[in-house]
């Protein structure tokens, strides 16, 4: 079956410096999502992406934040300058759309900023 | 916004007892309510889910019940096994839009 893939599965950075997040989602999907979630806390919805542009984003994806699909396979999140509290595990999920629209999320990558 | 209420935050239960956790929504234009399951430091997996146009789904010992007219929505297992202790999310969306999730229920199946 298969399955959306992320890498890396760890990243640790440092505060200001930029990190990007890396997704392949399931081949014949068109949507794709980024979201997060905090230690011990709910998943909460980032951006989602289709047809080469974002068609929604949250509160937290500031300019700091930006998504990329440099190909016909990968899907990346990039955080230009890290903050402390952008410690979270972030998944990634794509969906096929339309009515049939469950969406498979990602291992996560989990990123510490120290 | 959607905004998802979900309880309890924690819930025990003796194995082969049923476990049922509720969700309220506040945006009637949502009409996609999946559940996930997280296992400590995994992704969620996708249980079970129900569409606005059918108020109830099962699957083995999984079911789901949706009343639109109250905006709730519950997920009920049966005969819990200790392989069902997780934490299990429920969320609301639109089709091709994001998915708003409640604040999780931490279940625990006793044996």
């Known amino acids: 079956e298969p399955e959306v893939t992320q890498t890396p599965s760890h990243q640790v950075t440092q505060m200001g410096q930029e990190v990007i997040l890396r997704c392949v989602p399931i081949?014949?999907?068109?949507?794709f999502y980024w979201y997060r979630q905090i230690l011990g806390q709910k998943v909460e919805f980032l951006v989602s992406f289709y047809n080469n542009e974002i068609s929604e984003k949250s509160e937290i994806f500031d300019d700091q934040f930006s998504v990329e699909r440099p190909d016909g396979s990968n899907f990346t999140l990039k955080i230009r300058s890290t903050k402390l509290e952008d410690s979270a595990m972030y998944f990634c999920?794509?969906?096929?759309?339309?009515?049939?629209?469950?969406?498979?999320f990602g291992p996560g990558t989990r990123l510490t900023v120290l | 916004g959607e905004n998802v209420e979900q309880h309890p935050s924690t819930l025990s239960v003796q194995e082969g007892d049923s476990a049922v956790i509720k969700c309220t929504y506040s945006d009637s234009a949502s009409n996609y309510f999946p559940w996930y399951k997280q296992e400590l430091g995994k992704r969620p997996q996708l249980i079970i889910d129900?569409?606005?146009?059918?108020g109830e789904k099962k699957d083995q010992r999984i079911a789901v019940t949706l009343n639109k007219t109250a905006k709730h929505f519950s997920l009920h297992i049966t005969e819990t096994q200790p392989e069902d202790s997780a934490v299990y999310f429920c969320?609301?969306?639109?089709?091709?839009?994001?998915?708003?999730f409640g604040a999780g229920t931490i279940l625990r199946v006793k044996s």
């Open positions: 129900i569409r606005s146009n059918v």
């Open positions: 969320a609301a969306g639109e089709y091709g839009n994001k998915l708003v």
């Open positions: 081949s014949n999907h068109l949507y």
């Open positions: 999920a794509s969906s096929v759309g339309g009515t049939t629209d469950t969406q498979y």
